[in-house]
């Protein structure tokens, strides 16, 4: 299966003619924006508590049904050419899964598919795959892959590892974006 990168050419669009405000509304806006700035802070905070630990019940569902292998054990696979990763991408700020399977997914996938996780996002023709990848691998009820357990692993070890793997064969480490992110 051949991975196909797509590329867009974004049209060229008229300029919009700047806002001008005023005296007496930009004097209201400057404190009305350094307020949203401060609230953002412990909102942000407060996210990422909640994503770490939905995150972390995840995995801990994953250890019960026996479906965590631990990253020493897929980077011995990886570099012995055993196995694909899938990185499954919710957004840009979270989160992101890894799975592992024995199996070459390139091989047997009979969807085309991007090398790219936001080309999938924003292109229609990639969901199938997605959702295919879900149903086979990702699921988890039933899925095939198991969860990558990367609790003290760097992320340069990732990105080394992920490197290596995509030099010697670039079918081992597959990005995909969740069929969650598809549908909004």
């Not at 350094?34 to 953002?40: D, G, P, R």
């Not at 569902?61 to 980077?75: G, K, S, T």
Request: overall charge positive.
């Amino acid at each position: 299966m051949q991975i196909l990168r797509l590329t867009r050419e974004s049209p060229v669009q008229p300029k919009n003619k700047p806002l001008h405000i005023g005296l007496p509304w930009s004097l209201f806006l400057i404190p009305l924006l350094f307020l949203t700035a401060v609230a953002s802070v412990p909102f942000a905070v407060v996210t990422g508590w909640f994503l770490r630990r939905r995150e972390k019940k995840f995995r801990e569902r994953m250890l019960v049904h026996n479906r965590v292998v631990e990253w020493a054990e897929v980077e011995k696979s990886l570099l012995s050419q055993k196995g694909s990763v899938i990185e499954e991408r919710f957004s840009f700020k979270g989160p992101v899964r890894l799975w592992w399977t024995a199996e070459i997914v390139l091989d047997e996938t009979p969807y085309k598919l991007s090398d790219c996780w936001v080309t999938m996002c924003h292109d229609k023709t990639f969901r199938p795959f997605a959702e295919w990848c879900r149903g086979r691998y990702t699921n988890p009820k039933d899925g095939r892959a198991l969860l990558v357990c990367r609790k003290e692993t760097p992320h340069t070890e990732l990105e080394r590892v992920k490197e290596l793997a995509e030099a010697m064969s670039p079918s081992r480490w597959i990005e995909v974006a969740s069929p969650e992110s598809l549908r909004r």
